[in-house]
């Protein structure tokens, strides 16, 4: 596989299809890398295998990467629809970032919104099997027990922002965390600054997170953050019919008044 | 006895309060206890950090000279969470503040020299204490020039000194304020500083030019003073960055290898040179 | 002082738990919690992780943690009273089994708080401390402590270091009048070494990679390379995990919080890799891409702290490595920075 995704990518980079491609690639250890590829030759560095499934499309924002031109990337499920997330946003434009992606062991590209959504409906987007069950887990407990469960991981949180740097969602030059007037989340990472800034970014994220759990993967803690924003997804499938990520010109649910909308929330 | 505990504020009461501009004010701030009031002294160029309790620390200069003892004053726009809380204040209220902190204008190098002050916009507060300073000691200097420039004649601050220092006979002063901000009765310049500068041809001859103002002006007004013949060393300016344990321990203030906290906020040009863009 | 240096029953090492925990008010050591060791409270010998290389966190936050309050007040309209915090009674805590690369991180951050305005809170807090280490029979692929002046048996900064040199015995090396006071508390448990042990052979293999002095001199001489630090820090995506869990990091914030009757003001941990970090007011930031924030971290360790308190400041624990959500692996930038 790999080899068929450098010989794209040298054969993108020469025709000047694109300027840079965001691909995975050998880390530490056996640990993968994000890389960014300018030359055919450096191509050689990419890999692609079955450890290679981490969504890369927070890059798509980051300035020193747009400032490199025309941006190719290596695209799982979960990247495709952070763009078409980011598209809704109005974040990115059609035909702007080229994607590759593996469709039935072929390796298509397609930058065309249409063609990504039409390949992404094809797809199952089931949460995996064990994160479904820490999710049933969590709603099993009682309020009392899932306040203990959670409190005893924020605790582990020292406020690094890692969940919010990896994930795609999270692109506000200016969080919310940030904002001081007034100071809606304290600060410091004590009890309470970590459990308002967690539940803060989830209910940023309600309707808007691509379930592609960057955030648990990448806490340096080890907290499973993304069981916080995987149980908003269900509700908002329920009461408004919308799931993240599947469609560049949706509408967010949480702000767009819709007739058929339940009023049952209405004493 | 100094503080064991270095972030311990001094406590403040703000005796007199100016407004200067719209959302621009100074404070007049008295030590609540004699005994600091006693122990405190700064010279010109330094600063402090300045707090409203429960809401933080802000970093501004000490816009009075320290030829004047016994209180201080600060001069601040209204622009965050902290300077929002400060403009909220009443006289007799109580803040605090931290310092002094940052080196100092070599004032004492300067005597027997002209001195030719250019400032732009809230800029005047950290020049203020310098003018002051000298001003009190007028004997000192030589010829004193003022060159101060403010977006619109609304936006200069401390309007009743300017008016002192235009009617003194051993200060030459001039305004400007940049075009579209004059009103029909402004008498002074229009046009921005560095223009009025190059219009002015200063001489460098014994004279040392100090430049406070946005980063944009002090850009174009080096190569104005530079034309005229000004030496680096004959040039000086203060920096600002973020700041916020003005101790040289917090990290964010630096450029390159030096603290703007510690080893600023007053840099001669030739320093200047040798610091790398991060400012 | 003069090192002591003795040998050990492994298995007495239970003992001396039960001993320093009777003996001192706070006793903190590696714990396991699922994926992360951490440096936690413990009760007994049995708290304490069997197997591993080192703690998730460094050891930093005893001495200066991530939240620190500096001020206490109360709010009273034209009546608001002040008051520091005490620092005088901190507990005297002893640091059971970290790692030499944590024992020597405190040069660094003595360095900055203590200079010459010292810091009360860390300099109490540190003053408290007993550290007893653990040199490293083993390593991984992250560490790189031989290239920055350190090494796996690096006795700076210990009271004690118990060295493991067979399968049950260990060696003691009684480094401080600290340490010895701590040491008379197992002194029967100690006997003479008979013959001189070579140390250097239990210890694990940590190659140097890099010379550090040209780490120093290049990184100096980068700082308009703009394109180095761009390509380095492409994949950086600006969290502060490197610096909160980096021994030597000292970058901190100042916040208030309040309520309506009483507040204090915190010193927090913070990260120069943060967007916020430098950012005025105006809009203006000095650093406002990732790449200078990059560089502002590569340069602060390895050319100002050099240069001004003559500390390089990285350990080569390579937590930063480990911690980094993108493989962001210092080694290999301080490597490429030294063949440039």
Redesign the interface.
């Known amino acids: 596989m790999s080899d068929i995704l450098i010989n794209k990518v040298k054969q993108l980079l020469s025709d000047k299809a694109i300027d840079i491609f965001i691909g995975h690639g050998e880390g530490t250890g056996g640990r993968i890398r994000p890389i960014f590829v300018r030359t055919p030759e450096d191509a050689e560095q990419l890999i692609f295998n079955e450890n290679c499934k981490q969504s890369w499309a927070n890059y798509l924002l980051k300035p020193e990467v747009k400032a490199a031109g025309k941006i190719g990337m290596m695209a799982t499920k979960h990247a495709l629809r952070a763009m078409m997330q980011l598209a809704s946003e109005f974040q990115i434009k059609d035909n702007e970032v080229l994607a590759l992606y593996w469709d039935n062991n072929e390796l298509k590209s397609s930058a065309d919104f249409k063609e990504i959504e039409a390949y992404l409906a094809s797809q199952n987007h089931d949460i995996l099997p064990h994160e479904q069950e820490m999710i049933d887990k969590l709603n099993a407990m009682t309020t009392q027990e899932r306040w203990d469960f959670w409190q005893k991981e924020y605790e582990k949180c020292i406020k690094c922002y890692a969940c919010r740097s990896a994930c795609p969602m999270c692109y506000c030059h200016h969080c919310a965390a940030e904002g001081n007037q007034p100071q809606w989340i304290p600060v410091a990472s004590h009890q309470l600054g970590n459990m308002d800034w967690h539940l803060m970014r989830a209910m940023h994220l309600s309707g808007r997170c691509i379930n592609c759990g960057a955030c648990a993967k990448v806490c340096p803690m080890h907290i499973p953050l993304n069981l916080l924003t995987y149980n908003l997804i269900t509700p908002i499938q329920q009461e408004f019919g919308a799931i993240a990520g599947m469609k560049h010109d949706a509408t967010y649910a949480l702000s767009t008044f819709k007739t058929e909308d339940k009023e049952n929330f209405i004493l | 006895m100094e503080n064991k505990n270095i972030y311990e504020p001094y406590m403040m009461r703000i005796a007199k309060i100016t407004d200067e501009a719209p959302f621009v004010k100074t404070f007049r701030l008295e030590f609540v206890n004699p005994q600091d009031a006693e122990n405190f002294s700064f010279h010109t160029g330094q600063f402090g950090e300045y707090s409203v309790y429960g809401e933080g620390e802000s970093t501004f200069c000490i816009a009075s000279p320290h030829t004047r003892k016994g209180y201080i004053e600060c001069t601040f726009r209204q622009a965050g969470r902290v300077t929002g809380e400060l403009a909220s204040l009443e006289v007799g209220d109580s803040m605090g503040f931290r310092g002094p902190y940052g080196n100092i204008f070599p004032v004492e190098e300067w005597k027997g020299k002209n001195l030719l002050f250019i400032a732009g916009g809230i800029a005047l507060p950290p020049m203020r204490s310098v003018i002051w300073t000298c001003l009190d000691t007028r004997e000192n200097f030589k010829d004193v020039t003022i060159l101060y420039g403010a977006k619109s004649v609304n936006d200069l601050v401390y309007k009743h000194e300017l008016k002192e220092w235009e009617e003194r006979p051993d200060v030459k002063l001039v305004t400007t304020v940049d075009p579209g901000g004059e009103t029909p009765e402004w008498k002074g310049e229009v046009g921005f500083v560095p223009t009025v500068l190059d219009n002015m041809k200063p001489n460098p001859e014994n004279t040392i030019a100090i430049v406070c103002g946005p980063p944009v002006m002090i850009k174009f007004t080096f190569p104005v003073l530079e034309k005229a013949g000004f030496k680096d060393e004959q040039i000086y300016t203060t920096l600002e960055n973020r700041m916020k344990c003005g101790l040289g321990k917090c990290g964010r203030c630096n450029v390159g290898k030096v603290f703007v906290c510690k080893d600023g906020p007053v840099f001669s040009r030739t320093q200047l040179k040798e610091l790398p863009d991060e400012y | 002082m003069e090192p002591i240096i003795k040998i050990i029953k492994s298995a007495s090492l239970a003992t001396i738990v039960d001993k320093l925990k009777g003996r001192y008010p706070r006793l903190y050591a590696p714990v396991k919690k ?3 060791v951490e440096l936690e409270v413990i009760n007994g010998f049995n708290d304490i992780a069997q197997d591993y290389l080192l703690t ?2 460094s050891v930093k936050k005893l001495a200066f943690p ?2 620190e309050k ?2 206490d ?1 109360t ?1 009273q309209k ?3 009273q ?1 008051q ?2 005490d ?1 005088s009674n901190f507990p005297e805590t002893v640091l059971f089994g970290i790692r030499p690369c944590d024992a020597s991180g405190f040069r660094s951050l003595t360095a ?2 203590n ?1 010459d ?4 809170f860390y300099k109490s807090r540190y003053e408290k401390l007993i550290i007893i280490s653990f040199a490293c029979n083993k390593a ?3 560490c790189f402590c031989t290239s920055v002046g350190g090494n796996p048996g690096n006795t700076e900064g210990s009271d004690i270091q118990f060295t493991p040199v067979d399968n049950d015995e260990m060696l003691v090396e009684i480094l401080t009048e600290k340490g010895k006071a701590v040491a008379d508390l197992f002194s029967d448990l100690l006997s003479d070494c008979d013959k001189p042990v070579d140390k250097q052979a239990y210890l694990a293999n940590v190659p140097v990679v890099f010379d550090v002095n040209k780490v120093i001199d290049n990184t100096t001489k980068s ?2 390379n703009e394109m180095l630090w ?1 390509n380095q ?3 950086c ?5 490197c ?3 980096c021994p030597t990091c ?9 309520n309506m009757k009483q ?1 204090a ?8 890799g ?1 967007s ?7 809009g ?1 930031n ?2 406002h ?4 924030r990059w560089r ?1 971290r590569l ?2 360790k390895f ?2 702290m050099p ?2 308190l003559k500390v390089v400041g990285c350990e080569g624990c390579g937590r930063c ?1 480990r ?1 980094c ?3 962001m ?1 210092i080694k ?1 930038h301080l490597l490429q920075i030294a063949e440039l």
């Open positions: 699922q994926e992360l998730t966190q991530r939240v500096i001020l007040y709010l034209g009546n608001i002040q520091s915090p620092t900055i708080f200079g305005k010292p810091d009360e991984d692929a992250y700082f308009n761009i820090s492409l994949r995506i600006g969290c502060g995990a610096a909160f869990v000292a970058c901190f914030d100042i916040q208030d919080e309040q507040g003001r915190l010193r927090l941990w913070d990260s120069c943060f916020l970090f430098t950012l005025h007011t105006s203006h000095p650093r891409i990732q790449s200078h502002q340069m602060h050319s100002y240069e001004q490595s911690a959500p993108v493989d692996n290999e």
